[in-house]
């Protein structure tokens, strides 16, 4: 095989770096394909006039991320699982090198994703260096264990104004994702304590609970919400649940469930995590209010993200805790110390005094609501009576029943052969997973790719 | 009282936090003492030409932050914890808004602070925005579960070179802060695990071991490192230790107890946890090679921290994991996805492979030394044979043991009496904590106020 890779001098990144770069990118294209035997070490390094020591460190970190493999006494060969780049994006870890620009074929309805366009990256630059400018003497000492203050004051307000969550700011405590605010929840509350939780719901945190010892107790769900009969069989200290946009089935808690949730919260004692993780997203009617903003009795853990209405690279989420919890939670906080970079905070608190945060939400708002439209009605046009959609009111993903005859497992291998990623429903469920259901996030596919991968996929369903 | 703060209307921040951190600040400063009637809503709105709503928001803050409080019938109260402003900076937790500028007459030797003055934030600046320039599209993705590929590289060749560690970049896993990586670590071995911990040693570590049901076995401190006959006496499965620099008493681990604690561990299927946490920060002498580097049986987890060497704020730690546990690690930490932001990373990579942080280290390596030297001078002109100091040759502390007629406490009080601000040794001790010991870090501290602080040490101690 030869190889004819440039290798740039000049750039700042080391070359056996930039070979290593090349050569992976030709085994995710195709150009290097399983199997193939890679030349000698003195051979590439002769063909591309680099020494021997940095073809060796390339192959062995290819080798390391087992990408290659030497046979003895017949060299390097390529060794790569073919379906790893694939996976990997699948699980969210894109391994590629920034600024290596993948070859991008795939229709990815990953509910993970935001739109991939649209992010104001030149205001969000301005606050960045802004804030820099004018708070850099900050960022010399360990910033406040909760966040900073002006941060937690902003995030009280809007989330009063847009969620009519009431709360002053020493109640909000932030941190670098949800999962890591759920586990110190857990801290908080210590093991063996039981949870309800939603049936079907986000296997994330519920592996979060489960870590924790706690004893996760699955409570279906129905039309309005969390079934009260099992709530109330069960009588879980804690339950979790996503009212503003059921995860996955997308339903929204009815007012009348809600009120009855936080009855028997209030008579038993017993505390709520309301998780908003797309809150933002609501397209129509009069928004609910949420559980924390109707609760009169201290009994809701309301939590939120910048993954979705921001960028979910960002990290940062934020809980707001019942007065009583506040001294425990205060406590378990500076274990850890903030883990939200100061830097980030001090930006995102520029970004939304700025008003560019609520601009960009007002923004993506429409956008998504567009896509979402053109996913329903690409979904009539293709597959008509033939699927079912659920939750299709409000959020960033479908559910979708599809009457085929091929079961989960099929439908999404068939899509892959037509280049479109979609993803699993049954995973969400501890019991009576369905069959034939899938999962699609809309947010980060665009609009032609949308009505393309809708046409894909009927082709791979309905041919 | 008359109150005649001049707001801004001009100004993004809103009327009710301007006069929020107006009044803040002058509890702080000491013009609104406790006890203090304040003016009513209605005459506070009038003088400043606000509105009620404005002053009643700003009271409602204040009051629910504690600050001040409001009496049946008479109005509202300074109600404020004096030690409140002075506590809330000892515990890291600066309550001030950023951008006020805090009167501060403290010369404060706390072990957590960095030079405040020398940190290169145009250089910052630069790798920032070009890494948003060069990189933006990848923030659109959750980024790499365990931390960009890429930083990940740097950080494993930089470990090599600076401290001898020998790791492929996929041992390579970011977090948040070192108390995260130690969460996970607790969470990857699972519970009622036994490890010997440095007495005396680093509380915080300990609080995270404890919280997640380890036994935690304190193990004694020599001349040379952690004591191997406790620690063959204890058998445990995991050591916690600070060999390059023994927290908090400032010994550097030799190399002949170094090879005793990894035959141990070998012998025993043992893991040795190594926080390098200031490691970069040695004056004088070869270094000696990280326990991770001298190791042969794959025991050994090496942590280290970007707080010391760029910004504590910046909240960047890594860990390097065996190869034995990296499934387990991969597991764990996907639980959470990466808690690092993506830009905090990207720009950390520009700002390594552009070199600047390397020329950062060796400027602070030098101006540290010189402040250690000035410390020490001034030590021994000031106090000479009244103390006695330990751990001065490298890191960024000491520990003080001073023969006065006072108390590791009244040290302390007087200390602050002259208004200096150092820490009690006894906290970090298990077992016979010392009585007459305090804790100095000196990099946060200029080198007038070094100079100044022990004079006024003196004055405090021995006058």
Redesign the interface.
């Known amino acids: 095989m030869d190889i004819t890779f440039f290798l740039n001098r000049h750039l700042?990144?080391p070359l056996y770096?930039q070979l290593y770069g090349l050569l992976k990118k030709n085994m995710q294209d195709g150009h290097i394909q399983k199997g193939v035997k890679l030349p000698s070490k003195r051979l590439l390094a002769a063909q591309l006039s680099i020494s021997q020591t940095t073809v060796e460190r390339t192959y062995e970190?290819l080798a390391?991320?087992g990408y290659i493999v030497s046979k003895p006494r017949s060299g390097w060969f390529a060794d790569y699982d073919e379906t790893e780049f694939i996976h990997s994006e699948m699980?969210?870890?894109?391994?590629?090198?920034?600024?290596t620009k993948e070859k991008e074929n795939w229709i990815d309805f990953h509910y993970?994703?935001?739109?991939?366009v649209h992010?104001p990256?030149s205001a969000?630059?301005k606050s960045?260096?802004s804030s820099?400018d004018?708070?850099?003497?900050?960022?010399?000492?360990?910033?406040?264990?909760?966040g900073?203050?002006?941060l937690r004051?902003l995030i009280a307000e809007n989330l009063y104004q847009s969620r009519g969550v009431r709360c002053?700011?020493?109640q909000v405590i932030l941190g670098?994702?949800n999962?890591?605010l759920l586990?110190m929840l857990c801290?908080m509350f210590g093991?063996d304590i039981s949870i309800g939780y939603e049936d079907p719901g986000f296997p994330?945190s519920r592996?979060?609970f489960e870590?924790n010892?706690m004893k996760v107790l699955p409570i279906p769900v129905d039309g309005e919400g969390i079934c009260m009969e099992g709530i109330r069989k069960e009588n879980p200290f804690l339950v979790y649940v996503t009212p503003s946009h059921q995860f996955p089935l997308g339903t929204v808690m009815t007012i009348d469930r809600r009120r009855q949730l936080l009855k028997w919260a209030a008579e038993n004692q017993s505390f709520i995590i309301e998780d908003d993780y797309d809150g933002e997203y609501r397209y129509s009617g009069q928004p609910i209010p949420s559980l924390q903003g109707l609760d009169q009795h201290d009994r809701v853990i309301y939590m939120g993200t910048f993954s979705k209405s921001l960028?979910?690279?960002?990290?940062?989420s934020y809980m707001v805790l019942p007065l009583s919890l506040l001294e425990k939670g205060r406590e378990?906080t500076?274990?850890?110390?903030?883990?939200?970079?100061?830097?980030?905070q001090?930006t995102l608190?520029e970004f939304i005094?700025?008003g560019e945060w609520q601009k960009h939400i007002n923004r993506m708002r429409k956008l998504y609501q567009r896509k979402r439209e053109i996913l329903l009605e690409a979904l009539q046009i293709e597959m008509g009576e033939q699927v079912k959609i659920r939750g299709g009111d409000t959020g960033l993903h479908i559910l979708l029943d599809v009457n085929s005859r091929f079961n989960e497992k099929e439908l999404i291998e068939r899509a892959k052969e037509q280049g479109v990623k979609i993803y699993p429903a049954s995973p969400f469920y501890a019991k009576q997973p369905p069959t034939t259901t899938v999962f699609i996030g809309f947010a980060?596919v665009s609009e032609a790719d949308i009505k393309l991968g809708i046409k894909k996929l009927k082709a791979a369903w309905f041919n």
């Not at 993970?112 to 991939?116: F, K, L, P, Q, T």
């Open positions: 700042d990144t770096q970190q390391a991320e699980a969210n870890t894109p391994s590629s090198k920034p600024g993970g994703n935001v739109d991939s992010f990256f969000w630059r960045m260096v820099l004018q708070y850099g003497q900050q960022l010399y000492r360990p910033g406040h264990i909760l900073e203050l002006e004051m002053r700011p020493e670098a994702g999962p890591i586990q801290q093991r994330r592996d979060i870590i010892s960028l979910p690279s960002m990290r940062v378990i500076s274990l850890y110390k903030q883990t939200v970079s100061c830097h980030i001090l608190m005094t700025k980060g």
